[in-house]
């Protein structure tokens, strides 16, 4: 594998830029909590691993170039982070005052699907599957063997993500306590809600690499 410590570098800067990940993690760790944010962070990651093993087998390459595949991937995605943004500003128009009881309910709800959310975010992404197919082979010999090193790549690309936001959620966490008011939190899922939105149209407007 070559120029390792280079792909290091580049995936760190990648990783940090904000996308839908980042988005439904801070959503998730400012309205559930830290452990919401948790559960967001590893949803994602398991999906990458998925993409990690789609990737080394070449199942990504047969949706990179199909068009069916690709649009139907692109659109379920699209859909989601849609659904998703249209849920969070819903909800701003739904809040009332609630009971203690009602509102641990309804946390306790929010934080058993934010695993689900960070993982059919990613996994629905097929610009995942492109970023692995296009990015991976920069760093490899293209006369050896690819199966380790994409294997290595892929796994390192899902551990700097998961320690990015392992950081990432606790640093939300630690200055959200001013942004837990109504009047803040309101602000903040009106914020994610029309991003989701937005990256869900610019995923759905996204064209095949064929």
């Not at 909590?33 to 590893?42: E, F, H």
């Not at 380790?148 to 939300?172: N, Q």
Request: glycine share 8%.
């Amino acid at each position: 594998m070559e120029k390792f410590y280079l792909f290091v570098a580049m995936c760190i800067f990648l990783i940090i830029l904000p996308g839908p990940d980042t988005a439904i993690a801070t959503k998730n760790t400012l309205t559930v909590g830290r452990c919401g944010g948790l559960k967001t962070a590893l949803g994602t990651c398991c999906a990458l691993l998925i993409h990690t093993s789609a990737a080394v087998l070449g199942l990504s390459a047969i949706i990179v170039k199909s068009a069916l595949l690709f649009s139907v991937f692109k659109y379920i995605g699209a859909v989601y982070l849609i659904y998703l943004g249209a849920k969070a500003l819903w909800s701003l128009r739904k809040k009332e005052e609630t009971t203690c009881v009602e509102t641990g309910t309804k946390k306790q709800f929010e934080n058993t699907s934010c695993f689900k959310q960070g993982f059919l975010t990613n996994i629905l992404n097929p610009k995942v599957a492109v970023f692995f197919l296009t990015f991976l082979p920069q760093f490899v010999d293209s006369g050896g063997n690819t199966f380790i090193p994409f294997l290595i790549m892929g796994i390192t690309y899902t551990v700097l993500t998961a320690i990015w936001f392992l950081v990432y959620v606790f640093l939300i966490n630690q200055i959200s306590s001013f942004m837990k008011k109504p009047k803040a939190q309101n602000i903040i899922e009106g914020i994610t809600g029309s991003i989701l939105i937005g990256f869900g149209i610019k995923l759905a407007l996204e064209k095949s690499h064929n």
